[in-house]
Every structure is written in C-alpha cells, then in structure tokens.
C-alpha cells in the first residue's frame, strides 16, 4: 500500500479535445442524428419521481434505529442521491424543458438538488459546461485535479482515502482553480437548500438529515456508481481522453456512462444515447471502454501507474468564454 506512483505531472497534449471533429464528422454522415437532440419529455416526471421517493424515506428513517439509519443511508439513500446529482447533470445541459426554457431547467434543478441536501445545481451547471467546451482546458476545466491532489495522493492507500473524500475535493477544486464571482441563481439555490434542511430537521429530527447528508457524501466518495468520475478521463491507456461504460449501472445514471458519446452530443439527452451508439457504431466500438465501475475504482488504486495526475491537460489559444 505505500508504493509510490512514478507519475509527477499531467500528461500535457497539443493538439485540440477530439469530441468536436467527431462530432462533425458523425453529422455529415448521419445527418439523422439530429433529431435525437432537444428535450426528453420523461426526464422531468422521473426526477420528481426520485424527489417524492427520497421524501417518503426521509419520513420512515426518522423513527429507525440508528444502525438501519446508517444502513439504508449507504444502501439505498446514497445510491438516489448519486444518481439525483446525475439528474442534475442532465438538467445543466436543457434536457428537461429544453433551450428556450433556459430558466426552467436552472430553477427545476433546484428541485431536484432538494433530497440532496447540499446547494450543488446552480455552481455545477457553470462549471460543467466549461468542461465541455474546453475539455482538459488548463485552469478552466475543475474536472481535473489539482497539483496538490497529484502529488500528494500518490500510493495506493492515499488513492483509497482521495477516493472516499471525492465529494470535498469536487467542492473545493472549483475556488482553487477556476474561482467565479458568485451568481444571483447560485445565492438563490443556497437559500431554497437551507430553507429546505432546516424544514426537514424540524419535522423530522436529526435522522432524515443524516441520511440525506451522509447519502450524498457517501454515495460520491466510495461508492459502485462512483466509478464512473474515474471512468470517464482518467488516462488508463495513454492517449486516450474518454472512455465510455456500457454496463446495467447506466440505468441508474441516466446513461452518463455512454460518455464519449455524450462528449460527442451533449445536447442529446442520456436516454437517447444509445441509439447515437447504434447508428454511428463504426465510431465507437473499437474505442477503449469499460463493463464495470467497481473493477476501474479497483485498478485505479492497485494499479501503480494511476493517480490524480493521470489526466490530458492542454493549455487553452486564444478567447475562453467560460460562463
């Protein structure tokens, strides 16, 4: 547990993120893909769905024991908070009310960012869509690890302990990196989230607080469906950028996993990414891809190779528009 990664820096590339070209390239020979873009009309009632499933739970946790608390936290708790932040994730690129309801989609993610307990929507939507745009982007894109983060968690035991504290490092990356005047929608999403924990312990007591705030921490550290913030651009084979995941865990995740195909279309929403898999496969089926996110979050530690540094970063040319 105490070898040391021989890695000590990004793996730093000159040339441009590929998704763009791809993209054009896939168009110009499928024009049909188009189509697939615009709003998923489903996505809206599965995610107040989830919000009325973690409500119901918030109720029936507040008279267990502490131990079932604990375990359902872990169990089924962190699994839909997990995959409420992936809603959320969803929300951030239109998919729920489309482009020209911009508003709607950023005050729907507040809705769903309620059972989650920690204000997230409204910071990830600005952050990720620079991600995007200027993927590996240095000093712009917060998906990448800090220095700090390379050097430091660079043996197989640091790596567990970096993997379980996942959720603080997501928060924290974005002000050591990329630091954003705060935003009207962001002051907005921190009020409603405050509002509504308070609310909750006061009808409920401590437990449904514990079980909605442990679930998230929990569910985003070290955690099956946390494979996937591994899986998706840490550099396992070099030269590689994005790895796309077509196991069952997509049905929880609102296909996040289908990810170089997502990169390739993000205004496609998730649940029509496997037909974009389909109908342009000669672009995909030979690209490197995983089956499972337990076994990446286990080569990721064992694999003495791997570490934060593990990432292609670019220094970005020219005007950077970033939200």
Known sequence: MGNRVAREDYEWVYTDQPHADRRKE????YPEIKSLMGPDP????????????QFLAFYLVKDLDWKWVLFWTYAFGSCINHSMTLAIHE?????AFGNNKALW?????????LPIGLPYSASFKRYHLDHHRYLGGDGVDVDIPTDFEGWFFCTRLRKFVWIILQPLFYAVRPLCINPKPISRLELTNVAVQLAFDVLLYRLGGAK??????????????????????????????????????YGSLNLLTFNVGYHNEHHDFPSI????????????????????????????LYDFIM???????SRIKRRLKGDVKQE
């Not at 896939?26 to 020979?29: H, S």
């Not at 989609?105 to 960012?113: G, K």
């Not at 998730?270 to 499972?292: F, H, T, W």
């Open 269 to 296: 929403p998730g649940r029509r990414l496997p037909m974009v898999k389909k109908i342009a496969a000669e672009y995909y089926d030979d690209l490197p891809q995983y089956s499972s996110w337990v076994k990446v």
């Open 208 to 245: 449904p607080l514990v079980y909605m705030l442990a679930g998230s921490m929990l569910g985003m550290g070290l955690h099956p469906i946390s494979g996937h913030f591994i899986a998706e651009h840490y550099m396992f084979l070099k030269g590689h950028e994005t790895y796309s995941y």
């Open 26 to 29: 896939i168009l110009a020979k």
């Open 303 to 309: 694999d003495d190779s791997l570490s934060p540094y």
């Open 105 to 113: 989609n950023r005050y729907f993610a507040m809705f769903a960012n």
């Open 91 to 95: 929300i951030s690129h239109n998919t």
């Open 42 to 53: 489903r996505l809206k009632w599965i995610v107040c769905m989830m919000v009325v499933i």
